[in-house]
């Protein structure tokens, strides 16, 4: 049993070396990019990467952003199917700028102000400005992956288009999900969930595992399966997400306590409260239907109500049940051992980190 | 010599045919594009293409969004270089829709309310929304010419995708010139506006012209005379703008008269007078230099200054030497005669409107 803040950072294990190993082979060719950018997007972009504060002076590297998990997921792609990490560079790159992207613009949607320990772009710089850096993200992860040449960079642009659908569908259920009564015919089960889920942060994860094999001429069976391995891993990384927004310590989230509850997001440990048929849950569908702002003591109460309905351990089980999945899809087709390895470590690690 | 809010509806030629027959071919397969959408961004993009209101009901034909000048552009580049039209639709679908998304997101970034007598998209659906609106156009414009596959789709994504990287740095540069002073060393001078107007605007337009020769799978020595022509035609376009946004009926623009002045925007005919070494143009620093907002008399004052000290002939010059710049592009390289007489004719038509 965590904390009520769910903050184990001491018994935590350290990150996995490969976070390291693949952050070494990205990187560099993510900050080339990054340079060519105008200068005032450049500076945005910089800092949405955490690689700068809003001053653009450089931060260090205990602060430098976000763990590299997508670049990390790109190399071990390519390295499943017997292709050297390097092949992955150029679609690592794409993912990892995608990614920064959706993180800035939705932050203007979803109103954040805080990101990683500090402001959101948008909060630092102003919307309208940080949506220019968003899209410059955007065209520079097109670009840099376009120029990859060939028919494989053709085929890897047209895997990331699909992805950048999925990811703005999921966006879009998101938001209006926000909308949508707790309880009652117009409710978000948890089918719907799900569905919004695979597509906000499968469908990078899935691109991401998958763009190493596509730009590595893999064969549409192993970029298949890597595609569905991470599309997998990413509902489970959405579902640990949705724990840490209400039970994660804000000194690790770098968000405040219960800020998903504060907001009336829809997110599954809720959801699965409401659904649960139990005295907690509809005392929980009590509070959340009135209109009142949660205050600080109902933000309090309300996460008491769903871990007693079972939202908790429900979350945590799905969240491992995606992390199997993806193992599953891992082991359906013949992959190099030694990355399979540690691609089951590293989202083993990823998934503990708040389990 | 027009009249002081520079309309001549009355007088003006009636649209050249060749925008009706390159919609026709063009626009049912932007509509099918924009349909594979999810709905909520559907409607937002339709509504920003002039398609439908912000209820989701179809508008008359009459109301029915832009001129399709880009979509036609990429028709004839390709009748141009001796290929059917229809080679061309995947890259005109692709650029009407870049266009769109550069609309919706600049229309945040430049604070506009109104766009096309309509309101804007950030307007009717507000901010966020507007943002995933604008995201999910131009996720499908990649998709679209990604999805045309081959050697040749490979390269008109790479087209696309440089074309981009300008548009956000052109843009970048137009709101960092917005913060710059009139005068003095750090003020903005004609050459770095012209820089940023190729970019800007032109950048696209010649995306545009070369994109239907590239998916034809047309030499580089065409593609690359197209794809100058387009940019000279930008920027031409862009000298016309700013007429229209100081001189432009409201009833014609959908946008209030003297709207960039009262803005304090850094255009064309304002930096030409500035410029000047003129009694008018010294009286106009003095006017624009001070801090307070420019009310209805002040606008109308400095319209009339920048007249007199030539900046209106001076941007009328500019955009003629463009159009004539883009022209010599054309006769610069062989290509199909009477496609080149249609560009001619449209491009010039697109210039006199309001000159």
Redesign the interface.
């Known amino acids: 049993m965590t904390s009520r803040t769910g903050s184990r950072t001491g018994l935590q294990a350290p990150p996995p070396p490969v976070l390291d190993r693949c952050r070494a082979l990205v990187e560099p060719a993510l900050r080339t990019a990054v340079r060519?950018?105008?200068p005032?997007?450049r500076r945005m972009a910089s800092f949405s990467l955490g690689w700068c504060d809003a001053d653009g002076l450089p931060v260090g590297p205990g602060n430098s952003g976000g763990k590299g998990v997508r670049q990390a997921l790109a190399v071990l792609g390519a390295e499943a199917v017997d292709a050297p990490g390097d092949a992955a560079v150029a679609g690592a790159v794409a993912v990892e700028l995608v990614h920064t992207f959706s993180l800035v613009?939705d932050d203007?949607?979803?109103?954040d102000e805080r990101r990683r320990h500090q402001e959101s772009t948008w909060k630092a710089f102003g919307?309208?400005?940080a949506?220019?850096a968003?899209?410059?993200l955007?065209?520079?992860a097109?670009?840099t992956l376009?120029?990859a040449?060939?028919?494989s960079?053709?085929e890897a642009?047209?895997h990331?288009?699909?992805a950048?659908?999925e990811?703005?569908?999921g966006?879009?259920?998101d938001?209006?999900f926000e909308n949508r009564p707790w309880t009652g015919p117009q409710a978000v089960d948890i089918p719907a969930y799900r569905a919004m889920a695979l597509r906000k942060t499968g469908s990078l994860l899935g691109c991401a595992m998958a763009v190493g094999p596509v730009l590595a001429g893999a064969s549409p069976l192993l970029s298949g399966a890597l595609t569905e391995a991470g599309r997998q891993l990413g509902a489970a990384f959405q579902a640990v997400d949705d724990l840490l927004g209400i039970w994660g310590d804000p000194e690790s989230t770098g968000k405040p306590v219960h800020n998903d509850l504060r907001r009336r997001k829809k997110t599954l440990p809720v959801l699965a409260a409401l659904a649960s048929d139990t005295t907690a849950g509809r005392r929980l569908a009590l509070l959340l239907d009135s209109d009142a702002p949660l205050d600080t003591a109902d933000a309090y109460c309300a996460a008491e109500l769903v871990e007693e309905a079972g939202g908790r351990a429900f979350t945590m089980a799905e969240a491992r049940r995606h992390v199997a999945a993806a193992h599953d899809c891992l082991d359906s087709v013949p992959l190099v051992p030694r990355a399979v390895g540690e691609l089951r470590s590293l989202s083993e690690f990823l998934i503990d980190r708040q389990l």
Chains 1, 2 share one sequence.
């Open positions: 060519t950018l105008h005032w997007p613009h203007i949607m979803d109103g919307t309208g400005p949506v220019l968003g899209d410059s955007f065209a520079l097109v670009e376009a120029g040449g060939g028919e960079g053709a642009v047209r990331l288009s699909g950048l659908r990811l703005v569908h966006q879009a259920d938001l209006l």
